[in-house]
């Protein structure tokens, strides 16, 4: 398989998903002491833990229908990558930029976000909205909404 980008989503095949979840039932269930990949000539080369979680979450999420996407800390975005991991239009993107709310370099004329400065304000901003959520149910139950 060909991959386009770098932050292509990527998506098991239907005819892949009951190996996944096989796969998924096994890594999920006991958590081997030297976890270890078979080489092209037979090798057998051990994984290090770090690559081995890593393993067990992308087909944990991919045996479960979930496209996954590999991205580094430190991967400069487009607006458009920006916009579309955090689900919001480029448009309104470009005026958390403007607003200093989310830190960008310009090359040019181009923005560029750093995906882990991305994810620090995607972290704020879901905590920021968990917490009014939970003062809107409070308020809610306060007012007999919930009885």
Request: no cysteine.
């Amino acid at each position: 398989m060909a991959f386009s980008s770098v932050l292509d989503p990527i998506s098991a095949a239907p005819d892949e998903q009951y190996v996944l979840r096989m796969l998924d039932d096994v890594l999920q269930a006991q958590q081997p002491k030297n976890p270890k990949v078979l080489g092209p000539n037979g090798e057998e080369i051990e994984l290090p833990e770090s690559l081995f979680q890593l393993l067990k979450q992308v087909v944990h999420d991919m045996s479960q229908g979930r496209a996954v996407m590999l991205v580094s800390r430190n991967q400069m975005l487009t607006t458009q990558q920006a916009a579309d991991i955090l689900n919001v239009s480029r448009p309104f993107l470009v005026k958390l930029l403007e607003e200093n709310r989310i830190p960008f370099t310009k090359t040019g004329k181009h923005r560029r976000i750093n995906f882990e400065d991305l994810i620090v304000y995607k972290h704020k901003r879901d905590a920021q909205r968990r917490r009014a959520l939970a003062e809107l149910t409070r308020l809610g139950e306060e007012m007999g909404d919930y009885d």
